[in-house]
């Protein structure tokens, strides 16, 4: 079949190697003809960063750097980080993206110092660029004209748009992006690392029994323990059920985290435990070891989810709010998961409630159905097509 992409020279500029893209970039080396070179603009996840919300300091315990072309493009700002305008401040990456001579350009955000310096750059030089952002507008009205007109008028600069699923594209939508440039590139994660085997089941055994579980249905939360992912709403509805039958396990750090603790120690009477932040290496044997995964998060937080991808390979039911950026593609309510209103701590109860005792069985194959279409494969299949609508010399 004829790649649509073939020969294509495509730089991929990026904050920082992460655990969800390091290995998208591997794959995308390994089996298709895109000559690509990732440059990194910091180099966060590879050498022990701190991160504010999980307070704490740590790298990812799984190769980020192996398998494709990439170079770390220096960065001069004083405060480093990914969380501030000025956090990457890279004044040689125009240089060294002249003289790797990019086809096109693939552009992770828009909003630090470095990635506006490149779009002027590059149009400057009529060198396509293609967006990657996974931004939504769920639960938020219309936007003020103050900071629409401006993205609109940002979004043209672009030639085409890498949209990670439908709220997401709803969102260019609305920022007048026309239709023909944009293509879906669904986020996915590694299926080889979240694919059931016998390791990690037979971790997921050890660690019911070790916390008390078996023998009860486990409900999961994983990540940041910070407002904006409500991991406090999920415990008060759990104890508000007190289900003998069921346990919730919480795992992460972050501010949230005493206040959790107090709480529940509150209800002795009711199976709650905490297990520490987890690294990459650790989390299929913590999903496994769930019967639900619950990601209740409000607002514009949440873009997506990707925990939610993880979860659904692992065969894994999830619970999301309605303000989660993949809950449309993914999580459909009674089908694959269950849906809440995030603002409603009621609907919250009564979905946790009916997630508890449902029977689990006939939702395996439709997860599995429906995670099969986020896949590196077809992420690199959108891609292509996105390389193939730019204006060649």
């Avoid at 900071?147 to 890498?162: C, I, M, V």
């Avoid at 415990?235 to 396990?249: D, R």
Wanted: hydrophobic share 45%; net charge positive.
């Amino acid at each position: 079949m004829n790649d649509p992409a073939k020969s294509s020279r495509l730089a991929i500029v990026v904050s920082h190697p992460t655990q969800y893209y390091s290995p998208w970039f591997r794959w995308l080396a390994a089996n298709t003809d895109i000559n690509l070179r990732v440059f990194y603009l910091w180099n966060a996840g590879v050498n022990a960063t701190h991160d504010p919300q999980f307070g704490k300091t740590f790298a990812w315990d799984v190769d980020l750097l192996s398998g494709y072309e990439h170079e770390f493009v220096p960065n001069t700002s004083p405060a480093p980080g990914s969380d501030r305008f000025s956090g990457l401040r890279n004044p040689d990456l125009p240089s060294l993206l002249a003289a790797w001579r990019p086809d096109a350009v693939l552009l992770f955000g828009y909003n630090y110092a470095t990635h506006l310096r490149l779009i002027l750059w590059a149009r400057l030089r009529r060198l396509p660029l293609i967006f990657r952002g996974d931004s939504h507008l769920l639960g938020r009205a219309r936007l003020p004209w103050t900071k629409r007109l401006p993205l609109t008028l940002l979004y043209r600069q672009f030639a085409a748009f890498a949209t990670v699923g439908e709220a997401n594209r709803d969102y260019f939508r609305a920022f007048r992006v026309p239709a023909r440039k944009i293509f879906a590139v669904p986020h996915c994660v590694n299926t080889d690392h979240f694919t059931p085997t016998d390791a990690t089941r037979a971790e997921a055994a050890r660690l019911r029994t070790s916390l008390g579980l078996n023998g009860k249905r486990v409900v999961l939360f994983a990540g940041k323990l910070v407002p904006a992912k409500q991991p406090r709403a999920l415990l008060e509805a759990f104890l508000a059920l007190a289900p003998a039958h069921a346990a919730l396990v919480i795992v992460g750090e972050g501010e949230e985290q005493a206040p959790l603790v107090a709480r529940a120690a509150d209800r002795p009477d009711v199976t709650v435990r905490f297990l520490p932040f987890a690294n990459q290496s650790e989390m299929p044997a913590r999903y496994l070891m769930a019967d639900l995964f619950a990601l209740p998060s409000r607002g514009h937080y949440e873009t997506w989810g990707l925990a939610v991808n993880e979860a659904m390979h692992l065969g894994v039911p999830c619970i999301v709010s309605d303000r989660v950026g993949c809950q449309r593609d993914l999580v459909t309510d009674g089908e694959t998961g269950w849906v809440f209103r995030s603002d409603d701590s009621a609907h919250l109860r009564e979905k946790l409630a009916a997630a508890i005792i449902a029977d689990l069985a006939p939702f395996s194959p439709r997860i599995a159905a429906r995670i099969a279409g986020y896949t590196y494969e077809t992420a690199a299949l959108g891609l292509r097509l996105a390389l193939a609508s730019l204006p060649r010399p």
